[in-house]
């Protein structure tokens, strides 16, 4: 069965540290997501791709980047972690129009 | 820009109580879909339903059903004889089509509690 794997599902670090969390997806979708979860502000999209070489800022971007260079994967950086970064983070990915997205499983990142 | 409204933190009900979680959201765009997730406790989210703007028929499916009016712009959701398994964090969330956008736009989530 297709799928959408994050990968660490746990992680703790600290301030200043470059993390990368991953997300790869089994669909064969072009559009995947970015999404951090915190209490009282439900989901917010971080960045967002719909192909390969694309990349988009959304809504809560400072401080992360994403790269795509395949269809599958879609990887998340943070390049100097902060405090605030502290957060669930959900990986989506769909498919043409406006399909459901599929989510992953989250990554809670700590960062002390 | 757009942005989805659930006023409705944390909803508290005993078992076999209907319970119906408020939506309301706003977009310029014709075009839009409007869709419900549910966040059990283990975290996962799990796509509930998916409406297009143009689809105004309210929508059962089981003990769910769904009432979508444009005039007030909501998209509610009942729950008809509550289960414990259908505790849950439910979100409410709109993607617009006429910006090119299919990343969702979330409300802040309901919280329900169905007690035994």
């Known amino acids: 069965d297709a799928e959408i794997t994050q990968s660490p599902r746990h992680k703790i670090t600290e301030t200043g540290r470059q993390v990368t969390l991953a997300c790869h997806q089994t669909w064969n979708h072009n559009n995947m997501f970015w999404y951090r979860q915190d209490l009282g502000h439900g989901l917010r999209l971080i960045h967002y791709s719909y192909g390969v070489q694309d990349t988009n800022k959304g809504e809560v971007s400072d401080g992360y980047s994403v790269s795509r260079s395949n269809t599958e994967d879609l990887p998340l950086t943070l390049e100097s972690a902060a405090s605030s970064q502290t957060s669930v983070y959900f990986c989506?990915?769909?498919?043409?129009?406006?399909?459901?997205?599929?989510f992953g499983d989250g990554t809670r990142l700590s960062i002390l | 820009a757009q942005k989805v409204t659930q006023a409705q933190t944390e909803i508290s009900v005993v078992e076999k109580e209907d319970v119906t979680l408020d939506c309301v959201y706003e977009t310029r765009d014709t075009t839009y879909y409007l869709f419900w997730y549910k966040q059990p406790p283990s975290g996962e989210l799990v796509f509930l339903i998916r409406r297009n703007s143009f689809d105004e028929q309210n929508e059962i499916s089981g003990r769910y059903s769904w009432n979508f009016q444009k005039s007030t712009s909501s998209f509610n959701f009942t729950i008809t004889a509550s289960q414990v398994v259908d505790s849950a964090v439910y979100f409410c969330?709109?993607?617009?089509?006429?910006?090119?956008?299919?990343?969702?736009?979330f409300g802040s989530g309901t919280r329900l509690q169905v007690q035994p």
């Open positions: 989506a990915s769909s498919g043409q129009g406006d399909q459901p997205q599929h």
């Open positions: 969330a709109l993607s617009a089509r006429d910006t090119g956008r299919r990343a969702l736009t």
